[in-house]
């Protein structure tokens, strides 16, 4: 076994180098809507220089289906504010084999975390059952849920304290 | 066979909540992260080669009018998984301070020079031998504003892609022997006995005579579960 390389941090001059014109929009086609949130410090404070990531299955759920990437990056702008064009997600299954709810997964990137931190996007509309989910807390499982916006959904980021982001250990 | 990831060894990464850097303490959450068991979503990844990658972008050197000032160096290695295999045809992002510790970003306000020849921005894909090679210059140490007195160690950013989301890893190159490491908190939040894998090695059979000194940096990500699974 080879040692693994250690994570750092960003920093907080990344985004020249990391954020691509294209990077938001994962798909635009015509079920396409806008995900947008803020991210948050554990004083409430804006994060104006945080990297979102996002990873996802096409409607069908089929991860690097041809044409569809799969893939969004955006960094916050000075207001704390990310946002990534796609669509819903269609079911994948848990590795027990039972369906999960429809999800992005997030990685969070930014000065001052020293690693990423990942969470998902669920969205509070849908109807499926999800295993992930329900082994959470009520109040806890709330920061998961991503709601119905003007453009389509909002999902904040809370780093830490107050209604704090549930993070997934990968 | 689980289709699972490794999960990585502890002593690995550094804790989020590291107090020696500043601003870890309004940033890193407070609750433990959730364990969650690896579905599709996290053992699949995006694939970035064909289009993100233009011919040259792997040679800072080269991307504006003149030659920027500083000493030129080749950096190069292998991205590995933790089993030794190749990662082939994955993205590689780079990206660093000037000679004089300036980065061409907005918001560093470090009274440097900018370089008109140098952005620092370079990326790659790598090889089928998981390989990859840029050309750039040697970075300048710069301040910030962690404590009295900090200067961060001379450092090239890193991100890699992987082939699956939990793969992912975004990292800093280190030279070997610098006097900053002692009082660097990003460099020393990491384990001490790993530290030793985030700084590259002279490597004097990959200079260019009369041109460049080279420096290697092996990259590793996490490989996949080799516990059996019961099923
Ligand atoms: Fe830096």
Redesign the pocket.
């Known amino acids: 076994m080879l040692g693994l390389t250690p994570s750092q941090t960003v920093?907080p001059?990344f985004s020249h180098a990391l954020t691509w014109p294209d990077g938001p929009v994962v798909d635009e086609g015509p079920d396409s809507f806008w995900l947008r949130g803020t991210v948050f410090d554990g004083e409430g404070a804006l994060v104006s220089d945080a990297l979102i990531e996002t990873w996802q299955p096409d409607g069908a759920g089929r991860f690097n289906h041809p044409g569809f990437r799969g893939y969004g990056r955006c960094g916050t702008d000075d207001h704390g504010r990310w946002a990534v064009r796609t669509v819903l997600p269609g079911v994948v299954p848990a590795p027990d084999g039972r369906p999960q709810a429809p999800h992005i997964a997030v990685s969070v990137f930014a000065r001052g975390l020293l690693d990423r931190v990942v969470t998902r996007v669920y969205f509070a509309d849908s109807t499926v059952e999800d295993p992930v989910l329900s082994a959470l807390p009520a109040d806890r499982r709330e920061t998961l849920l991503a709601r119905r916006s003007a453009d389509g959904y909002e999902f904040d980021i809370r780093l830490r304290g107050e209604r704090e982001t549930v993070f997934f250990a990968v | 066979m689980s289709t699972a990831y490794a999960r990585d060894p502890g002593g690995t990464h550094p804790p989020l909540a590291s107090p020696g850097y500043r601003s870890t303490l309004l940033r890193a959450p407070s609750q433990p992260p959730v364990w969650l068991e690896h579905s599709l979503t996290e053992v699949t990844g995006p694939v970035l080669g064909e289009g993100r990658v233009l011919p040259g972008d792997h040679d800072l050197t080269t991307q504006h009018a003149g030659e920027p000032l500083g000493e030129r160096i080749i950096v190069h290695g292998r991205v590995l998984d933790s089993d030794g295999r190749a990662v082939p045809d994955t993205l590689v992002e780079l990206w660093?301070?000037n000679a004089a510790g300036r980065?061409a970003h907005v918001r560093d306000q470090h009274p440097a020079p900018l370089d008109p020849h140098f952005t620092g921005v370079g990326r790659c894909l790598t090889d089928s031998a998981g390989g990859y090679r840029f050309v750039t210059v040697k970075?300048g140490a710069?301040p910030w504003r962690n404590h009295e007195n900090a200067w961060?160690a001379t450092?090239l950013?890193f991100s890699l892609f992987g082939r699956a989301f939990v793969q992912r890893l975004v990292t800093?190159m280190y030279f070997p022997g610098d006097p900053l490491f002692g009082q660097d908190p990003i460099f020393l939040a990491v384990p001490e006995a790993a530290r030793h894998r985030m700084i590259c090695a002279f490597d004097l059979s990959a200079t260019v005579p009369d041109w460049a000194l080279a420096y290697r940096f092996d990259i590793v990500l996490r490989g996949r579960d080799q516990t059996p699974t019961e099923t």
Do not use: K, L, S, T
């Open positions: 920093g001059f | 660093q301070a980065y970075p710069y961060r450092h950013h800093q």
